[in-house]
């Protein structure tokens, strides 16, 4: 399957050859005998499933880790990548999925940082503001070098990170799942600025989980499967669903979302104007926010990081509580529960934050699958141990985790970690479930698993609240959307065939209203 061309351009800008990696106490390599090159002036997308070896790879070509075996050509030379240093000097940058930047500094602080111009011992802010301006200029972005980072929208601070790899002269730019915060229009855009870079001559890496993206912005996808590359293939000759197969090794067609036939059942969660406020400060985190989930319904919330997700996600979790208003839950006032006793009521929770709140790292997997369930597996102060193991591989089986009972769940990779969290909270679930960002770093085909389960869960007359950064994750499940900008419900649309119902969220999402959408998105740049 590997594409046999990839000399055609004469010498690549990257060869990796025989790359392997093999971490202090692995049961297999993170990578082994991995040989990829990407050839300049080329977007090549890099795809796999979770644990598949791609982080590691990237992080080996920009010095974050270091190869057990194997070696790296830039420009047909042979380099030893020692520390991102060097991969800065060689021409080498990544754009992380959860950007670097410092929010208080302003875009030209930011852009230069490392290489900052001096006037003596001084820093020079205006020459920081001329080199910045100028990149800016070059790839017309919508951003000025004097705004400060903390006031930019998400695909902004995108703009900001890869105008930094530009003012460092990298050739070589990767980008990691660079879409999982943006909306449609700020993914529009981003293609856009990619298309520019490749026709610069730049070559760009993309990590990847969406095949209709691969599809739309890559010459090349090449796919690892168990730290090996499983083939690399043109882009051109391939649809969505073979870039689907290439990755998982099957159709993920049987694991698509049914629709719902069944009518909904009783409200179960309801939020009665809901306002909550951090102290001294002037706008409230969520703004009079009113809605009702029924039983047997997917009710999903839509919008860009920072605009209210997040909070809305802390208070159906009991780590915020309303300044004004009411949350009733089954008709029951539980605004002041905290999460133990929110759980105790009814409550499954799946958290974005699945390693700071929604797991114990330090715990073995097991341990980490019967949290709040101790009591289940314990008869007359005898805690079973067999039978949680027993049970523990039940789950670890039917969720396909890669991993043991009693491994440290930190030891796992950060799919698989969010593979134990769904696990436990689906199969404990009573009568409501939250999920926050549920398919984060998971690959195509445990994706559409994870949708597949939480259908069931709605046809089984779950109430399901889908919260999600990711368009294409609420289009595919919920029944019905709230958009949320800025700490409101901007809008509450039904999830219909609507032709243009993709554009009409993300002018919502941006804060713009649809019907003059289209105006402001092109004077913004977007």
């Not at 289009?475 to 065939?497: C, F, Q, W």
Request: with cysteine; glycine share 10%; charged share 25%.
């Amino acid at each position: 399957m590997t594409d046999s061309t990839s000399g055609a351009r004469g010498i690549p800008a990257v060869e990796m050859r025989g790359i392997g990696k093999i971490y202090p106490g692995g049961r297999r390599p993170a990578n082994s005998g991995v040989s990829l090159d990407l050839r300049r002036g080329e977007i090549l997308c890099l795809a796999g499933e979770n644990g598949a070896g791609k982080s590691t790879l990237m992080k080996i070509l920009c010095g974050l880790e270091q190869p057990s075996e194997g070696e790296i050509l830039i420009n047909g030379k042979i380099v030893a990548i020692s520390s991102p240093l060097e991969a800065d000097r060689l021409g080498v940058g990544m754009v992380h999925q959860h950007f670097m930047l410092f929010s208080e500094f302003t875009v030209a602080e930011n852009v230069v940082m490392g290489r900052e111009p001096r006037r003596g011992i001084f820093f020079d802010a205006a020459e920081a503001v001329s080199r910045a301006a100028a990149v800016i200029k070059a790839h017309r972005f919508p951003i000025e070098p004097e705004d400060l980072v903390s006031s930019l929208t998400l695909g902004q601070m995108q703009q900001v990170e890869i105008c930094m790899m530009l003012y460092r002269n990298a050739d070589i730019i990767i980008l990691d799942e660079p879409t999982a915060v943006l909306t449609e229009q700020e993914t529009a855009s981003l293609f856009k600025t990619l298309a520019a870079l490749k026709a610069s001559g730049k070559s760009v890496i993309l990590i990847t989980h969406k095949p209709d993206e691969i599809k739309k912005i890559s010459d090349r996808v090449a796919v690892l499967r168990k730290g090996t590359l499983a083939g690399v293939r043109n882009t051109a000759g391939l649809s969505p669903r073979d870039i689907s197969v290439m990755m998982v090794g099957e159709s993920t067609d049987d694991f698509r979302i049914k629709q719902k036939p069944n009518p909904r059942g009783g409200p179960v969660i309801v939020f009665d104007h809901v306002t909550v406020r951090r102290r001294r400060q002037e706008h409230p985190l969520l703004k009079n926010v009113s809605f009702t989930v029924s039983a047997g319904e997917i009710l999903g919330f839509a919008g860009v990081s920072g605009n209210g997700l997040g909070v809305l996600e802390a208070v159906l979790g009991g780590f915020l509580h309303p300044a004004s208003g009411r949350i009733l839950h089954q008709g029951k006032d539980v605004s002041r529960l905290n999460i133990s006793r929110l759980r105790n009521q009814g409550l499954s929770f799946v958290p974005a934050d699945r390693l700071g709140v929604g797991s114990a790292g330090k715990a073995s997997v097991a341990e980490n699958m019967i949290i709040d369930r101790r009591a289940d597996f314990s008869k007359r102060w005898i805690f079973n141990r067999k039978e949680v193991e027993r049970f523990s591989r039940g789950l670890l089986k039917r969720y396909e985790i890669d991993g043991e009972c009693d491994d440290p769940l930190s030891s796992l990779s950060g799919g698989n970690i969010q593979k134990v969290i769904l696990a436990r909270e689906i199969d404990q679930f009573r009568d409501y479930i939250v999920f926050s960002e549920p398919a984060w770093g998971l690959d195509v085909a445990a994706s559409a698993r994870v949708y597949a389960e939480i259908a069931g869960l709605r046809d089984r007359g779950a109430a399901v609240i889908l919260i999600s950064t990711n368009l294409d994750e609420i289009l595919s499940n919920a029944d019905r959307i709230i958009v949320m900008y800025r700490g409101s419900a901007a809008a509450e649309l039904p999830n219909n065939d609507e032709p243009d119902i993709r554009e009409k969220i993300g002018a919502y999402m941006l804060g713009i209203k649809p019907d003059r959408g289209r105006e402001d998105m092109r004077r913004s740049g977007l």
